[in-house]
């Protein structure tokens, strides 16, 4: 088994920053592909009533901030957003010293690159007409689906410890900023490299999910989620690009 098959907060960042801007361009849809997997299930646990817990309530979540630190190598992104519960959400991510703004609105989603980060990117003629610009995208179209998935709160708990190889634990109650906490925790050992998830759920009251930690010796993520409250009202930026047809 490769090291650590399960990475879905540095996977999710890297294709959230990478993947889809190569290309931006409307698409044809990819042929579909039938896969056949055989999988054991294991037994429930503890930790895995909070991870439920901690699910079920992301779920209903007004809306929250969103601030983490993701790391592959020299690749760092920096992560600022606020999102709803519905999936509509805004911020930012900066890669590599680009600032790139985010939104979703409804069934679309906008990102604003500066014209550096195209050029590095994407094609010559790409970063000519779209650095500095909203781009307006269908949020259903699979190569955003990163973007996607970091602006709903419940998908991205939901698949951090999607893969994971060994039975989780949980500990707790212990403190975190002033307010006990369980930690939900997925560790393994490949070749004598240790690797480590680990989500903070509130211990006391709603469920909701107060930090992730993931570690492995090549990639470290850290996402802080506060400021859970009332829905906030997401705008249409000006004058967008339109490719989501």
Same mark, same amino acid.
């Given at each position: 088994?490769?090291?650590?098959?399960?990475?879905?907060?540095?996977?999710?960042?890297?294709?959230?920053? $990478?993947? /889809?801007?190569?290309?931006? &361009?409307?698409?044809?849809?990819?042929?579909?592909?039938? =896969?056949? #997997?055989?999988? *054991? %299930?294991?037994?429930?646990?503890?930790?895995?009533?909070?991870? $439920?817990? /901690?699910?079920?309530?992301? &779920?209903?979540?007004?809306?929250?901030?969103?601030?983490? =630190?993701? #790391?592959?190598? *020299? %690749?760092?992104?920096?992560?600022?957003?606020?999102?709803?519960?519905?999936?509509?959400?805004?911020?930012?991510?900066?890669?590599?010293?680009?600032?790139?703004?985010?939104?979703?609105?409804?069934?679309?989603?906008?990102?604003?690159?500066?014209?550096?980060?195209?050029?590095?990117?994407?094609?010559?003629?790409?970063?000519?007409?779209?650095?500095?610009?909203?781009?307006?995208?269908?949020?259903?179209?699979?190569?955003?689906?990163?973007?996607?998935?970091?602006?709903?709160?419940?998908?991205?708990?939901?698949?951090?410890?999607?893969?994971?190889?060994?039975?989780?634990?949980?500990?707790?109650?212990?403190?975190?900023?002033?307010?006990?906490?369980?930690?939900?925790?997925?560790?393994?050992?490949?070749?004598?490299?240790?690797?480590?998830?680990?989500?903070?759920?509130?211990?006391?009251?709603?469920?909701?999910?107060?930090?992730?930690?993931?570690?492995?010796?090549?990639?470290?993520?850290?996402?802080?989620?506060?400021?859970?409250?009332?829905?906030?009202?997401?705008?249409?930026?000006?004058?967008?690009?339109?490719?989501?047809?």
């Amino acid at each position: 088994m490769p090291l650590r098959a399960r990475r879905p907060l540095v996977a999710l960042a890297l294709a959230l920053a $990478l993947g /889809a801007w190569a290309g931006v &361009a409307p698409a044809a849809a990819p042929a579909s592909a039938t =896969t056949t #997997t055989t999988t *054991t %299930t294991p037994a429930f646990t503890l930790a895995d009533t909070w991870l $439920l817990k /901690a699910i079920g309530s992301e &779920a209903k979540v007004g809306s929250v901030h969103i601030d983490g =630190t993701i #790391t592959q190598g *020299t %690749t760092s992104i920096s992560l600022s957003l606020v999102v709803n519960g519905d999936g509509e959400g805004g911020g930012t991510l900066t890669l590599s010293g680009s600032l790139i703004r985010l939104k979703r609105v409804g069934p679309l989603l906008y990102f604003n690159a500066p014209k550096k980060f195209w050029v590095a990117h994407a094609p010559a003629a790409e970063a000519r007409s779209y650095g500095g610009k909203w781009i307006e995208v269908s949020a259903l179209d699979a190569r955003f689906s990163s973007f996607d998935q970091f602006l709903n709160v419940e998908d991205l708990v939901t698949a951090v410890f999607q893969g994971h190889s060994t039975p989780l634990t949980v500990s707790g109650p212990r403190r975190y900023r002033h307010q006990p906490v369980m930690i939900v925790a997925d560790t393994s050992t490949v070749q004598g490299k240790t690797s480590t998830g680990r989500m903070y759920v509130a211990a006391r009251g709603t469920s909701f999910v107060l930090k992730i930690v993931d570690r492995t010796p090549t990639q470290s993520g850290t996402i802080l989620f506060s400021h859970y409250t009332k829905a906030v009202s997401i705008t249409i930026p000006p004058e967008p690009i339109n490719l989501a047809s």
